[in-house]
């Protein structure tokens, strides 16, 4: 049996199954990310709820595993080498469960590049943007006289989601025929901009057929369904 107790997150959230991995989350868009890949990888794993009503994120137990207060986090006790490896941001734990399993990447080193590029232009463009943006329009900026800041995120919303209709023009995902940790960064965020931020005609989203599309596509895949119920709010 694999010994986490070395790790205090297990103080407050014990393992139940310490040989698998074990996911600290929320279902949030950068939450779900890991949810919906370790279902579509089927890796076995044990979800921890980080509720953020109890400041979950603020604890020393989670500051352990991470110092930037964020989710998800996650704790392997299968890391490289055989060691647990614990390690946070989303977007480098989806490497890290495609390099670990060879799936949702590309082999062929200039197409793995490829896929990496549209991971960080949903790190480094879609989440800031669609998430100020839900800031400005669902909750406490919508109070706010002056939409000079909402205008600028809906403008920046919009320009990128023509970058992703147009590359999304004659191809099933992201990087063509192929599934890969790109989709699983991206759609989440779309989804959550167009339902649970209430953005669709703010954005003008019916002028963007092949979001759409892949966008339904993303959404209808039984690993995504169970995914974006993980961790289960109850």
């Known amino acids: 049996m694999n010994d986490l107790s070395a790790f205090s997150i297990t103080a407050k959230w014990p393992a139940q199954h310490p040989d698998r991995l074990q996911l600290y989350s929320l279902p949030t868009p950068n939450g779900v990310k890991v949810s919906i890949a370790l279902e579509e990888i089927g890796l076995p794993y044990e979800v921890h709820l980080v509720d953020f009503g109890r400041n979950d994120q603020t604890s020393p137990e989670f500051l352990s ?3 930037n207060n964020k989710i998800p986090a996650i ?7 055989g060691a647990p490896l614990a390690l946070f941001e989303s977007g480098a734990i989806l490497v890290y469960l495609a390099e670990k399993t060879g799936r949702l990447l590309p082999a062929d080193p200039a197409a793995r590049y490829e896929t990496l590029q549209w991971l960080m232009w949903q790190m480094g ?14 909750f406490a900026g919508k109070d706010f006289e002056d939409k000079r800041p909402r205008d600028r995120y809906v403008d920046e919303s ?3 989601l023509g ?10 995902w992201i990087m063509g025929a192929e599934y890969t940790i ?7 965020w779309v989804r959550n901009l167009v339902g649970f931020y209430g953005a ?5 989203f019916d002028a963007f057929a092949n979001v759409q599309r ?11 369904v169970r995914g974006l119920d993980i961790p289960h709010r109850g």
């Open 158 to 160: 919009r320009r990128l």
């Open 65 to 67: 595993l991470n110092p």
């Open 182 to 188: 790109a989709d699983i960064a991206v759609f989440p």
């Open 75 to 81: 704790l392997d006790p299968a890391g490289p080498g």
């Open 125 to 138: 463009g879609v989440g800031p943007m669609f998430g100020q943006l839900g800031f400005f329009h669902k």
């Open 214 to 224: 892949v966008l339904d596509a993303f959404v209808a895949r039984p690993a995504v």
């Open 163 to 172: 970058v992703l209709d147009r590359r999304l023009e004659g191809r099933d």
């Open 200 to 204: 669709h005609e703010l954005v003008g």
